[in-house]
């Protein structure tokens, strides 16, 4: 497949989010950032555009524009200082590796434009720099500009004055974030650039325009006040989405600047290439990280860090594991109820939408599982059953298949009727472990959903001392707090009121083997994995479909929900989302039907 180096020109006007920064230019050997690579001295005037993001992608739409653009935020705009580094090669910024960097300049104050409001140029705001004295001679130059560069340490070190190691130098930290609040967000150069500085006075500075764009993507969501489910099983239930969190995010890193290959595995990538779709919209090209070409199966390993043999989960954070039961690798803690409603905050308002947060480039191979290598948002939302008898909103309530109870309880009643009121008479009757063996073995379920059978058995296989403390502790709704961490007690209008997890028990766990899922506080998850371009083929996975592409913001607007989620993530795909990504500008948004 062909591909092609964006002109520059051109790219400014289609990327998310065009700054013009400026440079400050420090001159010297002894000077922070100055450099000594080149001959004589010019003056250099940089203008830093930030394009604007695509915003959203309908489908959502392939591509280099996905489905518009969006401009970014005030604290996602600012830039605080830049790096220049001047080189030249006939091929740009896919010129051979070992390119000799001329020059290196730390640029460190700014004027910015006025936004455009209508961002009709593509442009979202722009920075212009004071004449500055850079240390290099006159001639044509190319240049690759990166704001906000964080440590200085790689970019001044002498062994990274090569272009290859400037390009494929890989970015941990693209933007910094505390409670809540993001700055410093780090630009690339968006497009090959070059600077002519012959006879660059200070009267007559170069000037260098380069456009940018941001390392990180955005994803942003949008909902209803309140869903109806269509599921008849539960029939007049309503679902009210109440907070979101980004699972697989990429944290590992990104390459300094993008690049695009005909395949995953990298061979013959081009950077700062386009992305390129049909006619339709389907992506036909790849956008490369540094860990794309490994992901081709779900046992891969990855060197991360210059350790190699390291898993997949050391790419992520959040990470979604293979287990059968398809839940999160670190099961101590995110295997329970509790913690997910703590990470899963309601999101920031931006324009009518919630961000959910920030996230690094991720992309992957087509044949690789969803909960292994992509990027997800799993979303936290409210279930009010309707016509349940017993419960209140609100409060922690159970599914067995597709029934619900308000209490386990209740579930047990309904599965055993008016026998499951004589359990306690049934063990007090019991005058051995023989007893006991045969009450569990013809008075209990197989699969009695709450374990209690399965407690009898191994209690009897025991054979310990028979006494009235032993008895007692055989008794069901014992059994549910020791071993379950489950107790209930009814209010005077006749509702249940569960408490779970206590004696540091996971009552979710315990229970889950049973069938049974504990919806605690009436919540329940939805996951998305996030789409950077589709196909229409469910049964198809297209290059790209599932991928986070710098520069991009990823609008999912949640649009119906089918039934109930899961008690905790991934929960079944049972929503509708409409996906925008639009360039920063943003991603299209995306319709999600749950």
Same mark, same amino acid.
């Given at each position: 497949?062909?591909?092609?180096?964006?002109?520059?020109?051109?790219?400014?006007?289609?990327?998310?989010?065009?700054?013009?920064?400026?440079?400050?230019?420090?001159?010297?050997?002894?000077?922070?950032?100055?450099?000594?690579?080149?001959?004589?001295?010019?003056?250099?005037?940089?203008?830093?555009?930030?394009?604007?993001?695509?915003?959203?992608?309908?489908?959502?739409?392939?591509?280099?524009?996905?489905?518009?653009?969006?401009?970014?935020?005030?604290?996602?705009?600012?830039?605080?200082?830049?790096?220049?580094?001047?080189?030249?090669?006939?091929?740009?910024?896919?010129?051979?590796?070992?390119?000799?960097?001329?020059?290196?300049?730390?640029?460190?104050?700014?004027?910015?434009?006025?936004?455009?409001?209508?961002?009709?140029?593509?442009?979202?705001?722009?920075?212009?720099?004071?004449?500055?004295?850079?240390?290099?001679?006159?001639?044509?130059?190319?240049?690759?500009?990166?704001?906000?560069?964080?440590?200085?340490?790689?970019?001044?070190?002498?062994?990274?004055?090569?272009?290859?190691?400037?390009?494929?130098?890989?970015?941990?930290?693209?933007?910094?974030?505390?409670?809540?609040?993001?700055?410093?967000?780090?630009?690339?150069?968006?497009?090959?650039?070059?600077?002519?500085?012959?006879?660059?006075?200070?009267?007559?500075?170069?000037?260098?325009?380069?456009?940018?764009?941001?390392?990180?993507?955005?994803?942003?969501?949008?909902?209803?006040?309140?869903?109806?489910?269509?599921?008849?099983?539960?029939?007049?239930?309503?679902?009210?989405?109440?907070?979101?969190?980004?699972?697989?995010?990429?944290?590992?890193?990104?390459?300094?600047?993008?690049?695009?290959?005909?395949?995953?595995?990298?061979?013959?990538?081009?950077?700062?290439?386009?992305?390129?779709?049909?006619?339709?919209?389907?992506?036909?090209?790849?956008?490369?990280?540094?860990?794309?070409?490994?992901?081709?199966?779900?046992?891969?390993?990855?060197?991360?860090?210059?350790?190699?043999?390291?898993?997949?989960?050391?790419?992520?954070?959040?990470?979604?594991?293979?287990?059968?039961?398809?839940?999160?690798?670190?099961?101590?803690?995110?295997?329970?109820?509790?913690?997910?409603?703590?990470?899963?905050?309601?999101?920031?308002?931006?324009?009518?939408?919630?961000?959910?947060?920030?996230?690094?480039?991720?992309?992957?191979?087509?044949?690789?599982?969803?909960?292994?290598?992509?990027? #997800?948002?799993?979303? @936290?939302?409210?279930? %009010? =059953?309707? !016509?349940?008898?017993? /419960?209140? *909103?609100?409060?922690?309530?159970?599914?067995?298949?597709?029934?619900?109870?308000?209490?386990?309880?209740?579930?047990?009643?309904?599965?055993?009727?008016?026998?499951?009121?004589?359990?306690?008479?049934?063990?007090?009757?019991?005058?051995?472990?023989?007893?006991?063996?045969?009450?569990?073995?013809?008075?209990?379920?197989?699969?009695?959903?709450?374990?209690?059978?399965?407690?009898?058995?191994?209690?009897?296989?025991?054979?310990?001392?028979?006494?009235?403390?032993?008895?007692?502790?055989?008794?069901?709704?014992?059994?549910?707090?020791?071993?379950?961490?489950?107790?209930?007690?009814?209010?005077?209008?006749?509702?249940?009121?569960?408490?779970?997890?206590?004696? #540091?028990?996971?009552? @979710?766990?315990?229970? %889950? =083997?049973? !069938?049974?899922?504990? /919806?605690? *506080?009436?919540?329940?998850?939805?996951?998305?994995?996030?789409?950077?371009?589709?196909?229409?083929?469910?049964?198809?996975?297209?290059?790209?479909?599932?991928?986070?592409?710098?520069?991009?913001?990823?609008?999912?607007?949640?649009?119906?929900?089918?039934?109930?989620?899961?008690?905790?993530?991934?929960?079944?795909?049972?929503?509708?989302?409409?996906?925008?990504?639009?360039?920063?500008?943003?991603?299209?948004?995306?319709?999600?039907?749950?």
């Amino acid at each position: 497949m062909q591909t092609t180096t964006k002109n520059k020109y051109l790219k400014c006007a289609m990327a998310s989010l065009a700054v013009a920064l400026a440079l400050v230019g420090c001159s010297g050997a002894d000077e922070p950032g100055g450099d000594v690579g080149g001959e004589g001295l010019s003056y250099v005037r940089l203008h830093l555009t930030m394009t604007a993001a695509p915003a959203t992608r309908a489908n959502p739409t392939g591509g280099e524009l996905g489905d518009g653009m969006e401009a970014g935020q005030d604290y996602e705009n600012a830039v605080g200082s830049a790096v220049a580094f001047f080189f030249t090669g006939s091929q740009g910024v896919n010129s051979p590796a070992a390119t000799p960097i001329q020059a290196v300049a730390l640029f460190s104050s700014f004027q910015p434009s006025a936004p455009d409001a209508t961002l009709a140029s593509g442009v979202d705001r722009s920075y212009t720099s004071a004449p500055m004295l850079v240390n290099v001679g006159g001639g044509d130059y190319n240049v690759i500009v990166v704001a906000n560069p964080g440590s200085v340490q790689w970019w001044q070190d002498a062994a990274n004055r090569t272009l290859g190691a400037v390009r494929d130098h890989i970015y941990k930290e693209a933007w910094k974030a505390s409670a809540g609040t993001y700055s410093d967000f780090v630009m690339t150069s968006a497009a090959d650039a070059s600077a002519n500085l012959a006879s660059a006075t200070e009267e007559n500075p170069a000037e260098v325009t380069v456009g940018l764009e941001r390392m990180a993507a955005r994803i942003d969501y949008r909902a209803k006040a309140t869903y109806d489910v269509s599921d008849p099983a539960y029939a007049g239930a309503t679902v009210e989405i109440e907070g979101a969190t980004i699972v697989n995010s990429l944290t590992a890193g990104s390459y300094l600047l993008k690049r695009v290959a005909a395949e995953p595995d990298a061979e013959g990538a081009v950077v700062l290439g386009d992305e390129t779709a049909t006619a339709t919209g389907v992506p036909t090209n790849y956008v490369i990280d540094p860990w794309t070409a490994g992901k081709s199966a779900d046992n891969a390993t990855f060197t991360v860090d210059g350790e190699g043999g390291k898993p997949a989960s050391a790419l992520y954070a959040m990470w979604f594991g293979q287990q059968d039961n398809h839940s999160l690798q670190d099961l101590t803690e995110l295997d329970k109820t509790s913690k997910w409603a703590s990470i899963t905050p309601p999101g920031t308002d931006i324009g009518g939408w919630k961000r959910v947060g920030y996230t690094l480039e991720n992309t992957a191979w087509t044949n690789v599982s969803a909960p292994y290598y992509h990027t #997800g948002v799993v979303f @936290r939302a409210l279930f %009010k =059953p309707k !016509g349940l008898p017993n /419960y209140a *909103d609100g409060r922690t309530f159970f599914r067995l298949r597709s029934n619900l109870y308000a209490s386990m309880e209740d579930m047990m009643s309904a599965l055993y009727g008016a026998d499951f009121a004589r359990f306690d008479a049934r063990i007090d009757a019991c005058k051995s472990w023989d007893d006991v063996a045969d009450f569990a073995r013809q008075g209990l379920l197989d699969d009695d959903p709450s374990g209690y059978r399965a407690y009898l058995e191994a209690a009897a296989d025991k054979a310990g001392p028979f006494d009235d403390a032993a008895k007692a502790a055989l008794k069901w709704r014992a059994y549910m707090l020791a071993e379950c961490g489950y107790s209930a007690s009814t209010d005077a209008d006749g509702t249940w009121r569960v408490s779970i997890d206590n004696g #540091g028990k996971s009552t @979710r766990n315990v229970l %889950k =083997p049973y !069938g049974v899922r504990t /919806y605690q *506080d009436s919540q329940c998850y939805y996951t998305w994995w996030v789409r950077h371009g589709n196909d229409s083929d469910d049964d198809n996975e297209a290059p790209m479909e599932h991928a986070i592409v710098r520069n991009n913001i990823y609008k999912l607007s949640v649009e119906s929900i089918t039934s109930i989620g899961g008690d905790i993530p991934p929960g079944d795909k049972t929503f509708n989302v409409s996906v925008y990504v639009n360039d920063w500008l943003v991603l299209p948004t995306e319709k999600i039907m749950m």
